[in-house]
Nanobody
Framework: QVQLVESGGGLVQAGASLRLSCATS?????????VGWFRQAPGKEREFVAY????????EYIDSVKGRFAISRDNAKNTVYLQMNSLKPEDTAVYYC????????????????????WGRGTQVTVSS
């Protein structure tokens, strides 16, 4: 059974940093074509944050986190990370990790429906 488990969230002040981790079991990250991070604030739709492709060369970010967040993957540890620096109150949300199996269907890493597996999320709260 495939599982994605996020960790590393917490309550921090504006300007602080957090590193989120996404660990997988049941499959290795090498078997996924792509891994993404999404977030969902109360009353809002789930939104794309960052994506990393299989080889780690294809990376995308939502504009609001460019220069502050960095996604990376450690295949040996079966973990994908989201380093979040200079956090702002508007970054407050539940952050979800998602993974996609190799398959046809186009290139849409910013779409929720493009991914096959999801974690349960980790809360990030940034106070002003």
């Amino acid at each position: 059974q495939v599982q994605l488990v996020e960790s590393g969230g917490g309550l921090v002040q504006a300007g602080a940093s957090l590193r989120l981790s996404c660990a997988t079991s049941g499959r290795t990250f090498m078997s996924y074509d792509a891994v993404g991070w999404f977030r969902q604030a109360p009353g809002k739709e789930r939104e794309f944050v960052a994506y990393i492709g299989w080889g780690g060369k294809n990376i995308e970010y939502i504009d609001s986190v460019k220069g502050r967040f960095a996604i990376s993957r450690d295949n040996a540890k079966n973990t994908v990370y989201l380093q979040m620096n200079s956090l702002k109150p508007e970054d407050t949300a539940v952050y979800y990790c998602a993974a996609r199996l190799p398959q046809s269907g186009g290139y849409f890493p910013r779409r929720v429906s493009w991914y096959n597996y999801w974690g349960r999320g980790t809360q990030v709260t940034v106070s002003s």
